[in-house]
């Protein structure tokens, strides 16, 4: 059983990547002390924990019932990861922070969407659980394999809070100038991650509507 937990921590973190969160996390958090950046750290880690957490439950249930696929969450986030990505290269980010808005409310927001969803809790993440919590069932224990999902989901998303909160004492270092050349860089980093998700989701469309058309 312990095997198995090792393999659900190491495919779910791998899947997870949470250095690519870093780049957004970072850009949005630039202007927060030292102390909200950290709350929203574990914030979006305890988002995506629950996010993956329900996925692993009733994921199969919602996709179906809603007539969805991994693959439209993919080209959705891609959308969204482009456009914020372009914002950074601008030296802005997305969501945009409104006037007097507390660090509290602004993190509330950021640390759900986009860092918990869909950068954390992504579509890959999504799956993964998705069909690891089926294979489970198919396990001569299978609820000791369930339980240890959810252990390793709750052990993944706690390196992501220290993995954000590490990319955060970076951006310190760096200074002013050196942050603000570092979010173009990190901008130019989250388009290209974008481009990859985009294409991922919106490939098996264009194969299913090349096959429908007629020889």
């Given at each position: 059983m312990f095997d198995i937990f090792i393999f659900q921590v190491t495919s779910l973190f791998t899947m997870i990547n949470p250095i690519a969160a870093v780049p957004i996390y970072i850009a949005l958090t630039e202007a927060m002390t030292p102390k909200a950046a950290r709350w929203v750290a574990m914030r979006a880690a305890v988002t995506a924990f629950i996010a993956l957490s329900v996925f692993a439950l009733l994921g199969e249930a919602i996709f179906s019932f809603f007539n969805i696929s991994v693959n439209g969450l993919r080209v959705?986030?891609?959308?969204?990861?482009?456009?914020?990505?372009?914002?950074?290269?601008?030296g802005r980010t997305v969501p945009k922070r409104v006037d007097g808005e507390s660090d509290g409310d602004f993190g509330s927001d950021v640390a759900v969407t986009?860092?918990?969803?869909?950068?954390?809790?992504?579509?890959?993440?999504?799956?993964?659980?998705?069909?690891?919590?089926?294979?489970?069932?198919?396990?001569?224990?299978?609820?000791?394999?369930?339980i240890s999902l959810f252990v390793a989901i709750a052990v993944v998303c706690f390196l992501v809070a220290i993995?954000?909160?590490?990319?955060?004492?970076?951006?310190?270092k760096l200074g002013r100038s050196g942050s603000k050349i570092l979010m173009r860089l990190m901008g130019l980093i989250v388009m290209l991650i974008a481009v990859e998700f985009f294409f991922a989701g919106i490939k098996p469309y264009v194969i299913d509507i090349a096959r429908a058309i007629p020889a």
């Amino acid at each position: 059983m312990f095997d198995i937990f090792i393999f659900q921590v190491t495919s779910l973190f791998t899947m997870i990547n949470p250095i690519a969160a870093v780049p957004i996390y970072i850009a949005l958090t630039e202007a927060m002390t030292p102390k909200a950046a950290r709350w929203v750290a574990m914030r979006a880690a305890v988002t995506a924990f629950i996010a993956l957490s329900v996925f692993a439950l009733l994921g199969e249930a919602i996709f179906s019932f809603f007539n969805i696929s991994v693959n439209g969450l993919r080209v959705a986030g891609g959308i969204l990861f482009f456009v914020m990505g372009f914002e950074m290269l601008r030296g802005r980010t997305v969501p945009k922070r409104v006037d007097g808005e507390s660090d509290g409310d602004f993190g509330s927001d950021v640390a759900v969407t986009p860092i918990g969803i869909p950068m954390v809790a992504g579509p890959g993440a999504i799956t993964m659980v998705i069909l690891v919590i089926q294979e489970s069932k198919n396990l001569e224990n299978a609820a000791a394999a369930s339980i240890s999902l959810f252990v390793a989901i709750a052990v993944v998303c706690f390196l992501v809070a220290i993995i954000l909160a590490s990319g955060r004492q970076l951006l310190a270092k760096l200074g002013r100038s050196g942050s603000k050349i570092l979010m173009r860089l990190m901008g130019l980093i989250v388009m290209l991650i974008a481009v990859e998700f985009f294409f991922a989701g919106i490939k098996p469309y264009v194969i299913d509507i090349a096959r429908a058309i007629p020889a």
